[in-house]
């Protein structure tokens, strides 16, 4: 597979770096805010929708890198609906030592391409995050120069449980009602076909009819064709549903 591989539209400012994990897998830690592999807002409303009837929706986000994927999850929500409780925490899960403790931290790496993603949906980057240093906190294996630290506002962070931890152990061992989305973004294409089936298979187990898989920009190939053997359909562009 080709590890570089990233279509045009897509760079990365908040993390981009590369290590390889114990089964020898190289994994790269890419991310960015409004990442734009998924249509945000697209997704939120269909999820609000989705859920309508559920009292408590568990959010799990595996691969979950420097935090960006979170905060952009609850900005999503924050700026679109209100009384939103029985969607938090979102519990986020990294394997990587250095990228969980980055995420815990409650500082976040952006440059002026992250701020732009704000200008252009129309938030106020302001009422999230507060200017911290004009020096980039720094990420074992990150590449990424000329970005400054943020520090999350108590909205962002008091909404998000950040751990260290295997998707694979935690996709096992999770309990369902219905109720769970979990977000499982360009993480499954670096893994092997078999690796793959083995956490659909804890993923199509555990995960009861209604729940939400969504993915990412670079698992739409054999990935997605693993997911669908697994009992999920595609209710839209990267999210499937156990059925
Ligand atoms: C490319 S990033 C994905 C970031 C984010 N989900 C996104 O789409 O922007 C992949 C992340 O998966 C993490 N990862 C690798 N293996 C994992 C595992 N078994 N369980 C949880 N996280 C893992 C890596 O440490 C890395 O930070």
Sequence with gaps: MNINFCPNYCYFTSNNGYYRDENGNGIGTKTKMFRADLDWNRFTDFMVKHFNDKDKVQILQFASSDGSEAYTQIITLLENYKNLDKFFPIEAYDI?????????????????????????????????????????????????????????????????????????EVMKNHKDDSNTVVLCRNILEYFTDR????????????LKNGSLFVTGEIDEGRVDEIIQRNGFVRVLPNIYMKV
Excluded at 134 to 142: A, Q, S
Excluded at 195 to 206: G, L, R, T, W, Y
Aim: without cysteine; glycine residues 4%.
């Design 96 to 168: 990587d030592k250095n990228m969980y403790e980055a995420a815990n931290s409650g500082l976040l790496n952006m440059d002026d391409k992250d701020l732009t993603s704000f200008k252009n949906r129309n938030i106020d980057w302001g009422k999230y995050f507060k200017l911290k240093s004009d020096k980039g906190l720094e990420i074992l294996n990150n590449t990424l120069e000329n970005s400054k630290t943020y520090s999350a506002s108590p909205v962002l962070i008091d909404k998000v449980n950040f751990h260290q931890g295997d998707m694979f």
């Design 195 to 206: 690796e793959v089936d083995s956490f659909m298979s804890f993923a199509a187990s555990n």
